[in-house]
């Protein structure tokens, strides 16, 4: 009996607030995103595309669609990691993002790899 192929990447992410590129007083918020991808299922697969939702704390969403990520689609075998870093601005000191990523297994299966929502926040802003 031949294993059943396992489509699956699982997604961390960690935040960091950039005081030295933000500027409150004119509503400008910088956060930095470190995300980590790693391969968990047993069939290597490409990522394609990336699709984000970004929202402020006045409820505006940015939503951003693009091809690979910080100008790389790569190619992950079972149990590979990628990781790269990225960043984005707010009009306000806290919000969130949350989305996924397309991926294509090696055999042509498409796929998705979901990013769970996670904050962004100015310190002591959140308690």
Same mark, same amino acid.
């Given at each position: 009996? $031949?294993? %059943?192929?396992?489509?699956?990447? %699982?997604?961390?992410?960690? @935040?960091?607030?950039?005081?030295?590129? #933000?500027?409150?007083?004119?509503?400008?918020?910088?956060? $930095?995103?470190?995300? =980590?991808?790693?391969?968990?299922?047993?069939? $290597?697969?490409?990522?394609? #595309?990336?699709?984000?939702?970004? /929202?402020?704390?006045? %409820? +505006?969403?940015?939503? *951003?669609? =693009?091809? &690979?990520? *910080? &100008? +790389?689609?790569?190619?992950?075998?079972?149990?590979? /990691?990628?990781?790269?870093? #990225?960043?984005?601005?707010? @009009?306000?000191?806290?919000? @969130?993002?949350? &989305? #996924?990523?397309?991926?294509?297994?090696?055999? &042509?299966?498409?796929?998705?790899?979901?990013?769970?929502?996670?904050?962004? $926040?100015?310190? /002591?802003?959140?308690?």
């Amino acid at each position: 009996m $031949a294993e %059943s192929k396992k489509y699956e990447v %699982s997604v961390t992410v960690e @935040t960091q607030y950039l005081a030295d590129q #933000s500027d409150p007083q004119d509503g400008r918020y910088v956060f $930095a995103y470190h995300v =980590g991808i790693l391969n968990t299922g047993n069939i $290597a697969a490409q990522l394609i #595309s990336r699709h984000w939702l970004i /929202r402020d704390a006045e %409820s +505006h969403v940015q939503e *951003v669609r =693009g091809l &690979g990520v *910080v &100008g +790389h689609q790569p190619l992950l075998k079972p149990g590979e /990691r990628f990781e790269y870093t #990225s960043g984005c601005v707010l @009009t306000t000191p806290v919000g @969130t993002m949350r &989305g #996924s990523y397309q991926m294509v297994a090696e055999d &042509g299966t498409p796929f998705e790899a979901p990013i769970t929502e996670f904050t962004l $926040a100015m310190p /002591r802003v959140l308690h």
